[in-house]
C-alpha cells in the first residue's frame, strides 16, 4: 500500500485546512486509517484514527475542532481541521493499518503551520 497526503500550507491562527491521503496499492487490505503528527523536537503522536466501520478515536487536544473521515470507495481518508492554533503546527503524516493489524504503512507527511 502506499500512500499520498496533500492539503497541508501556512494558515493564521483560528483558520482551517483539510488534509487528504489516498491509498493506492492492496487497498482490499487496508482497515483503520488515521493522522499522526510530529512537530519539531516532538515525538510523533496521534491525531486520530478511524476503524473501517467508522468508529473514531481523537486525541484529547484535537477533539471537537478536528473531524476525521473516510471515502472507501476512493481509498482515501480525510481530516477537516478547525480552529487551528500554533500548537497545531507539525508534520502530519497519514497511516493505514491491514485489516489484521499486523501491518502499517506511512504517507510522506504534509506540513501545517499555523501562525499567531
Known amino acids: 500500500v502506499q500512500l499520498q497526503a496533500s492539503g497541508g500550507g501556512l494558515v493564521q491562527t483560528g483558520g482551517s485546512l483539510r488534509l487528504s491521503c489516498v491509498a493506492f496499492?492492496?487497498?482490499?487490505?487496508?482497515?483503520?486509517m488515521g493522522w499522526y503528527r510530529q512537530a519539531p523536537g516532538k515525538q510523533r503522536e496521534l491525531v486520530v484514527i478511524?476503524?473501517?466501520?467508522?468508529?473514531?478515536n481523537y486525541a484529547a487536544s484535537v477533539k471537537g475542532r478536528f473531524t476525521i473521515s473516510r471515502d472507501n470507495a476512493k481509498n482515501t481518508v480525510y481530516l477537516q481541521m478547525n480552529d487551528l492554533k500554533p500548537e497545531d503546527t507539525a508534520v502530519y503524516y497519514c497511516?493505514?493499518?491491514?485489516?489484521?493489524?499486523?501491518?502499517?504503512?506511512w504517507g510522506q507527511g504534509t506540513l501545517v503551520t499555523v501562525s499567531s
Open positions: 497511516n493505514v493499518q491491514d485489516r489484521t493489524g499486523s501491518r502499517s504503512y
Open positions: 496499492g492492496s487497498v482490499f487490505e487496508i482497515g483503520v
Open positions: 478511524v476503524s473501517s466501520g467508522g468508529i473514531t
